[in-house]
T-cell receptor
Framework: GAVVSQHPSWVICKSGTSVKIECRSL??????MFWYRQFPKQSLMLMAT?????????EQGVEKDKFLINHASLTLSTLTVTSAHPEDSSFYIC??????????????FGPGTRLLVL | AQKITQTQPGMFVQEKEAVTLDCTYD???????LFWYKQPSSGEMIFLIY??????QNATEGRYSLNFQKARKSANLVISASQLGDSAMYFC?????????FGAGTRLFVKA
């Protein structure tokens, strides 16, 4: 099946620094990538949807200037948490899709990145 | 607006027995998809089963089956012959209008 990787798998950083998380589709081209955030014992919350070559669409309440998303190619999307603060500590999961609409198994999830901001 | 509801924060089941995890949804979309994912403690999201809104038959994948009742807007997951390895968080999700939303999740504990 389709494989999505994320790097790094975990990161610890100081407050005020920026952190970049990469999401790659390894054996397919992803027209759309999704970024989710999951706090402990909570569900996944969609942060933004990114389509290759265009600006990301952010969900309500997600600061686009703080969470910069770049989808420069059909196999790579990056999420940069700028000026990270302790409240940004979370589990970030990306998923990649080969189509833009409802279909069976359209989303393939990465393994996630655990971010801890001190 | 779309909404997914999982009302069971935690469930216990005896090994080898069947268990049903509840999921109800609300959407104004005519075409949508319903998914169940398993999330073990490692955090990865594992796809289990899919049901399309126009599928007439309930989806089945091995020990997993989806009890889809469109009129009631429910999509319950049935796990038959539970195994210890089934202990995990289970999320119901709905895809429509080019994005997917997730329910709050149900933590399943399988007892030996």
């Amino acid at each position: 099946g389709a494989v999505v990787s994320q790097h790094p798998s975990w990161v610890i950083c100081k407050s005020g620094t920026s952190v970049k998380i990469e999401c790659r589709s390894l054996d397919f081209q992803a027209t759309t990538m999704f970024w989710y955030r999951q706090f402990p014992k909570q569900s996944l919350m969609l942060m933004a949807t990114s389509n290759e070559g265009s600006k990301a669409t952010y969900e309500q309440g997600v600061e686009k200037d703080k969470f910069l998303i770049n989808h420069a190619s059909l196999t790579l999307s990056t999420l940069t948490v700028t000026s990270a603060h302790p409240e940004d500590s979370s589990f970030y999961i990306c998923s990649a899709s080969t189509s833009g609409g409802p279909a069976q198994e359209t989303q393939y999830f990465g393994p996630g990145t655990r971010l801890l901001v001190l | 607006a779309q909404k997914i509801t999982q009302t069971q924060p935690g469930m216990f089941v005896q090994e080898k027995e069947a268990v049903t995890l509840d999921c109800t949804y609300d959407t104004s979309d005519q075409s949508y998809g319903l998914f169940w994912y398993k999330q073990p403690s490692s955090g990865e999201m594992i796809f289990l089963i899919y049901q399309g809104s126009y599928d007439e038959q309930n989806a089945t994948e091995g020990r997993y089956s989806l009890n889809f009742q469109k009129a009631r807007k429910s999509a319950n997951l049935v796990i038959s012959a539970s195994q210890l390895g089934d202990s995990a968080m289970y999320f119901c999700a709905m895809e429509g209008a080019f994005k997917t939303i997730f329910g709050a999740g149900t933590r399943l504990f399988v007892k030996a």
